[in-house]
């Protein structure tokens, strides 16, 4: 079974510019999932889609972050501007129905960004 | 607010021997869920171990067993037989019982180093 896919892996840029993450989960999977990882720190959830429906957004930062599950498949997240603040680890994870608290999620390996 | 406390940000063990990582949470729910996440060089997040709040008895999955104690809120991990790619973060996590909702919230790891 192909795990979470995620691109790019590495991502450099200055302050104030534009960049998007892709994320494709494991097929059949409802529930996606956004989390920011800063250096030295667990990860935070930033978005969760269940289906191509928001279930929790309460900690994205919508000024600046915005993020897109289309046809409750693949998901891009978006940082516009960035900010220095913002390097971090960004994580995609999925699980397969979101419907209890105990579900195991598969997570992707992460895009890491710097931003200058 | 919950919170989960990782009070050792790194640990050694010996290769094949027993190490144990520490976690505390604090919450005023009674049904929640807790899990012990691996995270290894490439970034990825694995899922190790997962104890239900209801159930006493504690939860193992062959080397890897907890020691929940729900009246303190502790839930350590305890490793047998430590192997070198047993070497990692490992992040204690909680989430609340509310079906499809429900916040993973992270603590802010242990680095586990193994010793040949």
């Known amino acids: 079974e192909a795990g979470v896919a995620q691109s790019p892996r590495y991502k450099i840029i200055e302050k104030r510019q534009s960049v998007a993450f892709w994320c494709n989960p494991i097929s059949g999977h409802a529930t996606l999932y956004w989390y920011q990882q800063i250096l030295g720190q667990g990860p935070k959830l930033l978005i969760q889609f269940q289906n191509n429906g928001v279930v929790d957004d309460s900690q994205l930062p919508k000024d600046r972050f915005s993020a897109e599950r289309l046809k409750g498949v693949d998901s891009t997240l978006k940082i516009q501007p960035a900010k220095l603040e913002d390097s971090a680890v960004y994580l995609c994870?999925?699980?397969?129905?979101?419907?209890?608290?105990?579900?195991?999620?598969?997570f992707g390996s992460g895009t890491q960004l710097s931003v200058l | 607010a919950q919170t989960v406390t990782q009070s050792q940000p790194e640990m050694s063990v010996q290769e094949a021997e027993t190490v144990t990582l520490s976690c505390t949470y604090d919450?005023?729910?009674?049904?929640?869920?807790l899990f012990w996440y691996k995270q290894p060089p490439s970034r990825q997040m694995i899922l190790v171990i997962r104890?239900?709040?209801?159930?006493?008895q504690n939860a193992t999955e062959n080397r890897f067993s907890v020691n929940f104690q729900k009246a303190a809120k502790s839930f350590s991990l305890k490793i047998s037989d430590s192997q070198l790619g047993d070497a990692a973060m490992y992040f204690c996590?909680?989430?609340?019982?509310?079906?499809?909702?429900?916040?993973?919230?992270f603590g802010k790891g242990t680095k586990l180093s193994v010793k040949p």
């Open positions: 919450t005023s729910e009674s049904d929640y869920y």
């Open positions: 996590a909680y989430r609340r019982n509310e079906g499809s909702q429900g916040n993973l919230i």
């Open positions: 994870a999925s699980s397969p129905r979101g419907a209890g608290a105990n579900e195991k999620l598969f």
């Open positions: 104890q239900e709040a209801y159930k006493q």
